[in-house]
C-alpha cells in the first residue's frame, strides 16, 4: 500500500515547484498577457490598427558594412529621405541610405552614453545620455562635420536613475508636440515629455513630464528598446529586443497589433538578435537595427 501512496506524494513533490517556475517564467516573460492578447486578436482582429501582423521582411540582416561599433537606435528624416543612428562606445552619429549603407558619420563631443536619436524637425534631432538621462538637441545641415553636446540645448530629467537601464528610445509627434522617451526596464516606462525642444523663444521655458501608467502596464515585453510615432495614425510603436516584438498602441494606450522578431514570423529565416532601433518612413515601411550591425525591411504586401 505505501508503495502505491509514494508515486502520488512524488509526483506532488515534482509538480508544485515546477508549477510554480512555470507561473514564475510566465510573469517574468509576460507570457500570460501576450498569450491572452494573441487570443484576442485571433478571435477579434483590429480593423483599426496599423497591422504589423501583415508587415514582411524584404530585406533581412544585411550587414552595414565600415562599422566596429556597435549602433543603436534609428530615425527617420522626411527632409532627406535618410536614416540616422548613433554609436556610444566611440560616439557618433550616423547617416543611413534606406538600403543600410553609410552615407557620413559625424563625432559626437560630450554626448556621454548616447544611446538614441529622433528627428524631431528639419535639421533637428534629440540625442538622448542614457546613464545621465539627459535630452540633447542638435542641428545638423550638409556642412555639419561634429557636434558638441555643450553647443546644445539640454534637458536632464533625472527620473528613477538606474545606470544603464535608462533612456533607451525616442519617438516624436510633431503635432501634439510631445517627445516619447522610453525607460528600459526596472521599470519599463514611456514618459512624455512637452515644451522640450523649446522652439518659442517668446514663451517661458516650462517643461512638463507624464507618465501613463495604465498604458505602460499594458505593455507585454521585457524591456523597451526603441519608439516610433506614427505621424498619421497617431499610434506609438514599442520596440523589445528581449521580447523580440514590436507593440502597436492606439492613442490611449490599448495594443493593438504586433510584428514578432522570431525565426518562422513575418517571413524572417531567422530569429533578429537584439533588435536596437525602429523607424517608418513615410511610406509605412519599417526599418529596424539589430546588434551587432544588422539592417532590416519590412513591408506590408500590396493589395
Known sequence: ????????LLLLFLGVPALLLIGVAGQEFRLFERGWFNLKTWWQPSEQGIGLSRYRVVLEAMPVEGLDEDISALTYDPDRKTLFTVTNKRPELIELSLEGRILRRIPLTGFGDPEAVEYIGPSSYVITDERQQRLIRVHVDDDTRFLDANDAEQLTLGIGLNG????????????GKRLFVAKERDPMVIYEVHGFPHDNPEQ??????VQDRKRDSRLFVRDLSSLQFDERSGHLLALSDESRL???LDVKGKPLSTLSLNKGYQGLQNNVPQA???????????YLVSEP?????????AD
Not at 293 to 301: E, G, I
Open 164 to 175: 544603464n537601464k535608462g533612456f533607451e528610445g525616442l519617438a516624436y509627434d510633431s503635432v
Open 204 to 209: 517661458p521655458y516650462a517643461v512638463h513630464v
Open 276 to 286: 536596437e532601433g525602429i523607424a517608418m518612413d513615410d511610406a509605412g515601411t519599417i
Open 246 to 248: 514590436v507593440v502597436e
Open 293 to 301: 550591425n544588422l539592417f532590416y525591411v519590412f513591408k506590408q504586401p
Open 1 to 8: 500500500m505505501r508503495r502505491y501512496l509514494r508515486l502520488p
